[in-house]
Structures are given as C-alpha cells and as structure tokens.
C-alpha cells in the first residue's frame, strides 16, 4: 500500500477526515502511528550473542524525522506533506520531546541505540520511562526555576508489551510494567528495542513546581530523572530507582535467555550487558541473586556474570562514581545485601588493598569498583581520560586488571547531527562528493579536496548564514531575543557545571563589556548563547545561570554596548534546540578544566556542522586537534598534567592552586570584582552575585582563573580570525571533513569487535 493512501486511512480511523482536512497536531500523531508501526513490525537482527545496554538515561530527542529517515520514507513524506500545502518542519514542532534523559550520557546513549540499529547488531536498550524528565526550564527574575516537562501523550511512541516483572523490595513488591521504543535500522530492515519500565500506576503531575512525595515509591518511582538527592528520601529514591530497572531487566535478560532455548550456564555465550555508568551497577549483584536462586552455585553464577558485564566510565568526578551506604541496599533490597557482601569477600581476600574494596571502611558500596572487578571490560570514552583513568583514578584497578582496560572514543550519529538538524549543509556536502557518506561518514574526507575552490567554501559561508538567519528567527519567536545574524556566533551549549566552566565565559562577557564601556569596540559584532540547565539542587550552578542572566539583561539595557555584543541564555534547553543551536555556530566552546571532561560529544556535533573548536585540551577535544590539525581549532590553557599536579598540591610551589594568586592579576581581579559592581547589582541578587564572587575569588575549585587570561587572548584571535571569511570557510570544511571518525557508527564497531562480539 502506497504511503498517500496509507496516511488516507489513518486519518480517516482516527479522526474521521482526510489528511488536507487534518490540522498539524493530528497530521503528526498520523505520521507518529505509522512510523511507530512500521518500526514495530520490522524484525530484530538475529546473532548468537544479544546486547543489553543498561542506562539511567536515553536522551532521544523528538523522533519523528531520525525515524523516518532510518525507514527510508523522510523525502517522500516531506513531498507528500507539501502537496498538501504542509511543512514537516512544522509538523514536527507538534512532538513533545520524550523526557527521558538530560546530558551527553543519555544523548550518547541515543546515538548508540541508533547506530548499533544501523549496523544490523542485536542490542536493546534498558531503562526506565519517566513520565516529567528532569525539569522543564523556565527563566523568571533571572533565575532558573523548574517545572515537570510531561511528554506521554494518548498516544506517543511506547509501544506497550503486556510484559510485566515483580520487583522485590523491602518491605513490598512492586509490578514493572514494560513499555518499547522501536529503534530501526538505517539503510537495512531491522529493529531493535529501547525497553523503559514503568510503575503500573503512575502519579499524577506535581501541583507545584517538582515537588512531590519522594517516600510514595510506589507510584513516583518513575515521575522524574534524578530526582533531588538534598535529603535521605531523595538518596533513597535514587537507590529504588536503580533497583527498579536493574532487577526488572535482569528477569528480562533470563526471560528471553531461556526462550532462545539456552540454560542459565549459557548466558555469557549469549548475553552481554553494557553497564552505561555506575547508575545500573547493582545489576551484577541481582543476575548473580536470580541464577543461584534458579539453581546455579554462587560460583557458577559468579562465572558467569563476569564473562557477561562490562562497564563504561563516563566520568572522574567523584559524583558520578556512585557510593551508596550498604544501609540504604538493606532498606531498598535486602536480598542484595548478602551477595555484595560476599563478593566485598572475596574481592578482599584476593586483593586486600583497601583502594579496591567494593565496601569500604564506612560500609559504603562501591559501584565502580564492584563494576571492575565483576566485569570483564572498563572503558574509557576517549584517549586522554583512558589515559588519566589507568595512570591516576583506577590506577589500583589498572595494575589489578590491565587485560581490561581499553579505550571507545565516543561518537554521535550523523544522521541525527547533520543529516536531520542540518539539510542546507547535507544537500551542500551530496553537492560536492555525492552522497555515500550518508552511510559510510569517513567519506567526509574527500571534502580535503575542495580547500581551495572559492565557489565551494563561498557556498559553505552560504549555508552557514542560512542556519544562523533561521536561529534568529526561532529565538525571537520563542524569547523574543533579538540577535544580530552578521555577527559572530560564539555558543556554550551543555550541562550546567562548574567544571564545565561557563563562569569562565561570564569573565570574557564582563571583560568585553568594561573594554566597549571604556571606547575601546571590537573589530566586529559577536553574539554569545549559552544553553544549560542547573540541578535543582545545585546552588553553584544556579548562580552561575542567574549570573549569566543578568549579563543578558545588562547589555541588552545598554546602547552603547548592544551593538557589538549580545548575550541570550536559551530557555529549557534540550535536544530540539541543539538542532537549532549546533548549525548556526561559528565559534564551539569546549572550555572544560583539563582532566575533568571525558569526552564530550557536543565538541563532536559542532565540528560536524562547521563550527571551529575554541577549547581546552580535555576529553575528545586532543582527539580532534590531532585531526583537524593547529590551524583549525584554538585552543588555550593548562595541560591536563599541570592540572592534576595543582590538584595533589605538588605544583608549581608544592601550595597546590591557590585562586587568589590568580585574582590579584592586573587582567583578572576588575572581572571577578565586577560581579559585585553597582551596575550588576542593579539588576541581579546581591547575596547570589556576592556569594558567586567569594567562591570565585576564594575557592574557584574548577580553575577558572587559572585559564581566563589565556582564554580571552585566544578567543580574541579566534574572532579577529574569523574576518577572513575565505580563511574561516576553510577552517570550516577540514572540520566538516575530519567529522566522519566521530561517528557513532565507527564507536559501535570498536564496542563490538572488541567487548560485545555480536556477531
């Protein structure tokens, strides 16, 4: 049946009318249903060996368009919707976006569902479906404040199973209900599954704000990601969700074992379990729990659970390398508690330094190290924070278990990153070298040709003007921001975090500010956006959006200074504006504290789409200056050595970092002093702004002044370099080219061939 004639009959079911007689919510709910089904009906790749890639987050994005172009119907809907006088662009500004993850764990987690699909590899998802996400991100007196992001609508994406599991807590039992996301193939007729379990009875909306009952397990165990932690009950809440979707997939992992006909001794034959994080770590303990109590010895089961789990460290940030009191095992799920005592035993036993007890001293679990010892593969997500990993972090571990310690440069889908969000620029690369690198990125290359042809990189100044003009259109209609489109787009899109260090790039807006206050005006206009969401609970970072906030009111209030410099934070920013915001740039901010940023992959998806990297050499930003070569990235500030060195207090005096040495710098102490100046005051908190300024001056854990004056320097050339736009252009096209090795497609190959062995 022809897609017109099917799109006919869906209207006609659900609604009682033809398509042109639709309006454009109910057009895209007839376009969700029918790619839903054919996903749906599509069949999973078949192997020896299946995936289960366990995550607390899987940031999906609206997946209308990414499904449509892996079913190969994304150019004929698009005909067929202009026919009928209808644009799918607006057609998919209807898709509420699936509140499921927030950061570049849960988007990378996507990118991998998507190209482990794409290459034809049996592999499903495992995580829970949150019904508010995170937050939905209002601004409001200049401050952030948080509200629940609803995104399951009648009907939506989940595709119910009737599968359902018994969850044993302490105390009680709780059904998880299974729902499905079909993730097809491109460019082959699979289809792999995201699994998300849920509460049989949800609750509903908090009333207020994101406030809820956070001891009702029962029914708001799925209400939101992350909830906050401040309290016991919120520490709590995180263990039960943990057990949740650990013990929930476990049954389902032997359930499907046992209906391919293999026995509980098979399962590292025929199973692996990618461990995203240490948010799923109580998995081990819980498929070694379910095999001894279907019959198998502990250390049969023990055998078998280590030749199947494999863990990804994502982070060396000591709050992501989750600690949980044994206390709080033993409330949540008592039947765990002794089989992490048994394996704390006999990892003891074997390896009695205290540095790798899974329960140390204080009867804290953890994870990491119950992960590295319980598996068979670590891996790190790029070559420096491998590096950093084996030689300082893990160290103990590494000399333990060199075997197992192995790097994944992460990646991000292009269909998704350039593709869907960027089709000036697709249409532009198909121009120049046909269009196999739809399929195979590492064609992107032969783009190294066209270096010096005026006319190509004229058209790619084209193109990129094109993006920025359409964001400018977006943001005046959403926030009523008006942007200069002639100027330069500087952009730090991400997480929220100090190490991330978006205060560093408040210091250059000040600096700026006080230069054209003072008559000194720059060669050119630039625009500054920042994208980001604060914990809830994070003071710090919260002060840094309203600092930033206030920056934006600031200028905005000033013709002297509006003219040569904008500064605009997107509200709620999530997967749909990135699409918006990664096209646009010019100029990537990847300032991260050297050391701290494992990766990123935002650096990935600006390099993609033409943007220049002004960054630090931290995470995969070493792995992209190797590529792109010195003259096509700008980077600046300590190595991340000197910065590990400052941290243990051995340099360069053995005082270790000391802010004030740095604030007293003539360039330095007028930027931090400003944030208590008369003229911010007048428009932000003065406790907020003053309590933003002693920890900067006095603290500054993340090293922000350390970096700034290498930092302004830097960008100054970085923007005095963009007025050779034939020059820029050139900058742009090697990065475009050099993009391809950052696929996702080339990380899951590398996870196959070398952990998974699928097929």
């Given at each position: 049946?022809?897609?017109?004639e099917?799109?006919?009959?869906?209207?006609?079911?659900r609604?009682?009318?033809?398509?042109d007689?639709?309006?454009?919510?109910?057009?895209?709910?007839?376009?969700?249903?029918?790619?839903?089904?054919?996903?749906?009906?599509?069949?999973?790749?078949a192997g020896q060996?299946k995936?289960?890639?366990?995550?607390?987050?899987?940031?999906?994005?609206?997946?209308?368009?990414n499904?449509?172009?892996?079913?190969g119907?994304?150019?004929?809907?698009?005909?067929?919707?202009?026919?009928?006088?209808r644009?799918?662009?607006?057609?998919?500004?209807m898709?509420?976006?699936?509140?499921?993850?927030?950061?570049g764990?849960g988007?990378l987690?996507?990118?991998?569902?998507?190209?482990?699909?794409?290459?034809?590899?049996?592999?499903?998802g495992?995580?829970?479906?949150?019904h508010?996400?995170?937050?939905?991100?209002?601004?409001?007196?200049?401050?952030q404040?948080?509200?629940?992001?609803?995104?399951?609508?009648?009907?939506s994406?989940?595709?119910?199973?009737?599968?359902?599991?018994?969850i044993?807590?302490?105390?009680?039992?709780?059904?998880?209900?299974?729902?499905d996301?079909?993730i097809?193939?491109?460019?082959?007729?699979?289809?792999?599954?995201?699994?998300?379990?849920d509460?049989?009875?949800?609750?509903?909306?908090?009333?207020?704000?994101?406030?809820?009952d956070?001891?009702?397990?029962?029914?708001?165990?799925?209400?939101?990601l992350?909830?906050?932690?401040?309290?016991e009950?919120?520490r709590l809440?995180?263990?039960?969700?943990?057990?949740?979707?650990?013990?929930?997939?476990?049954?389902?992992?032997?359930?499907?074992?046992?209906?391919?006909?293999y026995g509980?001794n098979?399962?590292?034959?025929?199973?692996?379990?990618?461990?995203?994080?240490?948010?799923?770590?109580?998995?081990?303990?819980?498929?070694?729990?379910?095999l001894?109590?279907?019959?198998?010895?502990?250390?049969?089961?023990?055998?078998?659970v280590?030749?199947?789990?494999a863990?990804?460290?994502?982070?060396?940030?000591?709050?992501?390398?989750?600690?949980?009191?044994?206390a709080?095992?033993?409330?949540?799920?008592?039947?765990?508690?002794?089989?992490?005592q048994?394996?704390?035993?006999?990892?003891?036993?074997?390896?009695?330094?205290?540095?790798?007890?899974?329960?140390?001293?204080?009867?804290l679990?953890?994870?990491?190290?119950?992960?590295?010892?319980?598996?068979?593969s670590?891996?790190?997500?790029?070559?420096?924070?491998?590096?950093?990993l084996?030689?300082?972090?893990?160290k103990?571990?590494?000399?333990?278990?060199?075997?197992?310690?192995?790097?994944?440069?992460?990646?991000v889908?292009?269909?998704?990153?350039?593709?869907?969000?960027?089709?000036?620029?697709?249409?532009?690369?198909?121009d120049?070298?046909?269009?196999?690198?739809?399929?195979d990125?590492?064609?992107?290359?032969?783009l190294?040709?066209?270096?010096?042809?005026?006319?190509?990189?004229?058209?790619?100044?084209?193109v990129?003007?094109?993006?920025?003009?359409?964001?400018?259109?977006?943001?005046?209609?959403?926030?009523?921001?008006?942007?200069?489109?002639?100027?330069?787009?500087?952009?730090?899109v991400?997480?929220?975090?100090?190490?991330?260090?978006?205060?560093?790039?408040?210091?250059y807006?000040?600096?700026?500010?006080?230069e054209i206050k003072?008559?000194?005006?720059?060669?050119?206009p630039?625009?500054?956006?920042?994208?980001?969401k604060?914990?809830?609970?994070?003071?710090?970072?919260?002060?840094?959006?309203?600092?930033i906030?206030?920056?934006?009111?600031l200028?905005d209030?000033?013709?002297?200074?509006?003219?040569?410099?904008?500064?605009?934070?997107?509200e709620?920013?999530?997967?749909?504006?990135?699409?918006?915001l990664?096209p646009a740039?010019?100029?990537?901010?990847?300032?991260?504290?050297?050391?701290?940023?494992?990766?990123?992959t935002?650096?990935?998806?600006?390099?993609?789409?033409?943007?220049?990297t002004?960054?630090t050499?931290?995470?995969?930003?070493?792995?992209?200056?190797q590529?792109?070569?010195?003259?096509?990235?700008?980077?600046?500030?300590?190595?991340?050595d000197?910065?590990?060195?400052?941290?243990?207090?051995?340099e360069?005096?053995?005082r270790?970092?000391?802010?004030?040495?740095?604030?007293?710098r003539?360039?330095?102490?007028?930027?931090?002093?400003?944030?208590?100046?008369?003229?911010?005051?007048?428009?932000?908190?003065?406790?907020?702004l003053?309590?933003?300024?002693?920890?900067?001056?006095?603290?500054?854990?993340?090293?922000?002044?350390?970096d700034?004056?290498?930092?302004?320097?830097?960008?100054?050339?970085?923007?005095?370099?963009?007025?050779?736009?034939?020059?820029?252009?050139k900058?742009?096209?090697?990065?475009?080219?050099?993009?391809?090795?950052?696929?996702?497609?080339?990380?899951i190959?590398?996870?196959n061939?070398?952990i998974?062995?699928?097929?």
């Amino acid at each position: 049946m022809q897609l017109k004639e099917q799109l006919f009959q869906t209207t006609q079911a659900r609604f009682g009318c033809s398509p042109d007689q639709c309006d454009d919510h109910q057009l895209y709910e007839a376009l969700m249903i029918l790619a839903r089904n054919m996903a749906q009906d599509r069949p999973a790749p078949a192997g020896q060996r299946k995936l289960y890639y366990f995550s607390a987050e899987f940031l999906m994005g609206k997946l209308l368009s990414n499904n449509l172009l892996a079913l190969g119907l994304h150019g004929e809907v698009k005909e067929l919707l202009a026919d009928l006088g209808r644009d799918l662009g607006v057609i998919e500004s209807m898709e509420p976006e699936p509140s499921l993850g927030n950061g570049g764990l849960g988007r990378l987690a996507a990118c991998f569902l998507d190209s482990i699909a794409a290459l034809g590899l049996p592999g499903d998802g495992v995580g829970l479906n949150y019904h508010y996400g995170l937050f939905r991100q209002k601004f409001n007196h200049s401050r952030q404040t948080e509200a629940p992001d609803p995104w399951i609508e009648t009907d939506s994406w989940l595709i119910p199973t009737g599968v359902s599991f018994d969850i044993p807590f302490g105390g009680f039992d709780l059904k998880a209900v299974l729902y499905d996301i079909a993730i097809p193939g491109a460019g082959n007729e699979y289809a792999n599954r995201l699994h998300l379990f849920d509460v049989a009875e949800p609750a509903g909306q908090p009333w207020v704000g994101i406030d809820f009952d956070k001891r009702d397990i029962a029914h708001q165990l799925t209400s939101f990601l992350y909830p906050d932690d401040s309290d016991e009950a919120g520490r709590l809440l995180r263990v039960y969700q943990q057990y949740f979707m650990v013990s929930a997939g476990a049954q389902l992992i032997l359930s499907e074992l046992e209906s391919r006909g293999y026995g509980l001794n098979a399962l590292a034959d025929h199973v692996v379990v990618q461990i995203n994080d240490t948010h799923p770590s109580m998995v081990i303990p819980e498929l070694i729990r379910l095999l001894t109590d279907r019959g198998l010895s502990f250390d049969e089961a023990f055998d078998q659970v280590r030749r199947t789990c494999a863990y990804t460290n994502h982070t060396i940030l000591a709050e992501a390398l989750e600690k949980w009191p044994l206390a709080f095992i033993e409330k949540v799920a008592p039947q765990l508690v002794p089989v992490i005592q048994e394996l704390d035993r006999r990892m003891k036993q074997a390896h009695p330094d205290p540095k790798v007890a899974i329960v140390d001293g204080q009867n804290l679990v953890h994870m990491a190290h119950m992960d590295i010892h319980c598996g068979f593969s670590v891996n790190g997500v790029a070559a420096l924070h491998t590096e950093i990993l084996k030689n300082s972090e893990l160290k103990p571990f590494y000399d333990l278990y060199p075997e197992k310690f192995n790097n994944k440069t992460n990646g991000v889908t292009l269909r998704r990153w350039l593709e869907a969000c960027d089709p000036e620029l697709a249409a532009f690369i198909d121009d120049c070298i046909g269009t196999g690198w739809r399929r195979d990125a590492k064609q992107l290359e032969k783009l190294m040709d066209y270096q010096k042809d005026e006319a190509v990189l004229d058209r790619l100044l084209e193109v990129k003007q094109h993006n920025k003009n359409e964001l400018c259109r977006l943001l005046w209609a959403a926030q009523h921001i008006e942007l200069d489109p002639q100027s330069v787009f500087d952009i730090q899109v991400k997480r929220l975090h100090e190490y991330k260090r978006q205060q560093m790039n408040a210091l250059y807006i000040i600096r700026k500010y006080l230069e054209i206050k003072g008559g000194k005006l720059p060669e050119r206009p630039v625009t500054i956006l920042f994208g980001a969401k604060a914990a809830p609970a994070y003071i710090m970072a919260k002060r840094i959006i309203h600092l930033i906030l206030c920056l934006q009111k600031l200028i905005d209030n000033d013709p002297q200074v509006r003219p040569w410099m904008r500064v605009a934070m997107v509200e709620n920013y999530n997967v749909t504006w990135a699409e918006r915001l990664i096209p646009a740039c010019d100029i990537s901010e990847q300032i991260s504290l050297a050391s701290k940023e494992a990766s990123g992959t935002g650096n990935m998806k600006f390099m993609a789409n033409g943007a220049v990297t002004l960054g630090t050499l931290d995470g995969a930003n070493v792995e992209i200056a190797q590529l792109v070569g010195e003259d096509n990235i700008y980077t600046f500030g300590q190595h991340s050595d000197a910065v590990i060195g400052l941290y243990k207090g051995s340099e360069p005096d053995g005082r270790g970092y000391r802010p004030l040495d740095y604030y007293h710098r003539p360039g330095v102490e007028p930027l931090v002093d400003f944030l208590v100046s008369p003229e911010l005051l007048a428009v932000g908190d003065p406790a907020e702004l003053s309590a933003l300024w002693k920890d900067m001056k006095y603290k500054d854990w993340f090293m922000a002044l350390l970096d700034v004056e290498d930092y302004i320097e830097t960008k100054d050339r970085c923007i005095q370099e963009y007025g050779d736009q034939r020059g820029w252009a050139k900058k742009m096209l090697v990065n475009i080219a050099k993009s391809g090795y950052f696929s996702s497609d080339r990380t899951i190959e590398q996870y196959n061939e070398d952990i998974w062995r699928l097929r």
